[in-house]
Nanobody, 124 residues
Framework: QVQLVESGGGLVQAGGSLRLSCAAS????????MGWFRQAPGRERDFVAT????????YYAESVKGRFTISRDNAKNAVYLQMNMVKPEDTAEYYC?????????????????WGQGTQVTVSS
């Protein structure tokens, strides 16, 4: 069983930055690829970014490529999402997920454990 707790969300102006964190309880955190997903009201949960078990490989949604950076620290059982140059369309509830594939995962169906989410609101 893996418990995930996100933090770092809040209100930010367009063009600003925000850093989300996700703390994991897993004893073998490095067994999991990690992902960030987001869900805006009335929309499906969308892929944002994923990182493989070692942190050596990453993959991003086109909408955030070049603006967001995913990273992980296996010694601290944590994954991060650095959000730069945010836009109003980035407004959503952000969730981190642990996926038992050790490689990159962009489909939420492939992820087994989810955090409770953290709200990000970008004002124009």
């Amino acid at each position: 069983q893996v418990q995930l707790v996100e933090s770092g969300g809040g209100l930010v102006q367009a063009g600003g930055s925000l850093r989300l964190s996700c703390a994991a309880s897993a004893r073998t955190f490095s067994n999991y690829a990690m992902g960030w997903f987001r869900q805006a009201p009335g929309r499906e949960r969308d892929f944002v970014a994923t990182i493989n078990w070692s942190g050596g490989r990453t993959y991003y949604a086109e909408s955030v490529k070049g603006r967001f950076t995913i990273s992980r620290d296996n010694a601290k059982n944590a994954v991060y999402l650095q959000m730069n140059m945010v836009k109003p369309e980035d407004t959503a509830e952000y969730y981190c997920a642990a996926c038992t594939s050790r490689q990159l995962v962009a489909d939420p169906i492939a992820c087994d454990y989810w955090g409770q989410g953290t709200q990000v609101t970008v004002s124009s």
